[in-house]
């Protein structure tokens, strides 16, 4: 398993030498985790399915400043999920802010769909770029599973375009877990880089699960 050395630097700017990360795909994943935080924060998005945090996460997050979500943002690991399905079957897209038969409809009007959206096609598009070049990465970043990794691999773009529009691609990572969250966000506020540096150790910590399906990497068609 690879050591958090592997992940944690100093600051966007210092590169990574023989980690998993890039200083390239450091930056993507920080521009696409300040965009999620953005979104998850907004008011008109509070009980949509794809930011759905607990209470006691949300209410610690709700009002945080656009500093401290750069900060926050600049993790070793996206702060959200998504999630493809390991069968190959066709792509239908399914109605705007459908979940599941009976769900709750999410809030928000046309602009903030759009920008859901939007950020569902950068980071489909982002992990679509990884899958070739850093598998290691793909599965730690944004929590790909090899089957579903294989599944990206037999998408071509036009179908990775429109399984974006389906609303349960994205949810947030580790939603139900105050203590990685109040860690984050306590670290990011006062702009400490130890701490910054624990919080992350921890998200590291909570990836194990992950990384135990990155033995076998499955054989692709294409």
């Known amino acids: 398993?690879?050591?958090?050395?592997?992940?944690?630097?100093?600051?966007?700017?210092?590169?990574?030498?023989?980690?998993?990360?890039?200083?390239?795909?450091?930056?993507?994943?920080?521009?696409?985790?300040r965009?999620?935080?953005?979104?998850?924060?907004?008011?008109e998005l509070s009980i949509d399915p794809r930011?759905?945090?607990?209470?006691?996460?949300?209410?610690?997050?709700?009002g945080t400043d656009a500093a401290t979500r750069?900060?926050?943002?600049?993790?070793?690991?996206?702060?959200f999920e998504i999630q493809l399905p390991a069968e190959n079957r066709p792509?239908?897209?399914?109605?705007?802010?459908?979940?599941?038969?009976?769900?709750?409809?999410a809030a928000g009007g046309e602009p903030w769909q759009s920008r859901c959206l939007e950020f569902a096609q950068?980071?489909?598009?982002?992990?679509?770029?990884?899958?070739?070049?850093?598998?290691?990465?793909?599965?730690m970043t944004l929590g790909l599973s090899p089957l579903?990794?294989?599944?990206?691999?037999?998408?071509?773009?036009?179908?990775?375009?429109?399984?974006?529009?389906?609303?349960?691609?994205?949810?947030?990572?580790?939603?139900s877990h105050p203590r990685f969250w109040a860690m984050l966000h306590g670290a990011a506020r006062i702009?400490?880089?130890s701490a910054l540096q624990s919080a992350h150790c921890l998200g590291i910590c909570l990836l194990g699960p992950d990384f135990k399906a990155m033995a076998a990497r499955p054989t692709r068609t294409r």
């Open 1 to 33: 398993m690879p050591s958090a050395r592997d992940f944690i630097h100093a600051g966007p700017q210092v590169p990574v030498h023989g980690g998993v990360l890039t200083p390239s795909i450091r930056r993507d994943l920080a521009d696409l985790n």
């Open 35 to 43: 965009q999620y935080l953005e979104l998850a924060l907004a008011p």
């Open 51 to 62: 930011f759905a945090w607990c209470d006691m996460v949300r209410s610690r997050l709700v």
């Open 70 to 79: 750069s900060r926050m943002a600049a993790c070793p690991f996206a702060l």
């Open 91 to 105: 792509v239908a897209p399914l109605a705007p802010l459908r979940v599941e038969e009976g769900a709750a409809t």
């Open 122 to 139: 950068f980071a489909l598009f982002l992990a679509l770029r990884l899958a070739d070049a850093a598998p290691l990465a793909i599965r």
């Open 148 to 175: 579903a990794e294989l599944r990206l691999h037999e998408m071509c773009p036009s179908e990775v375009a429109q399984f974006a529009a389906r609303p349960d691609v994205v949810r947030p990572r580790w939603s």
């Open 191 to 193: 702009d400490s880089a």
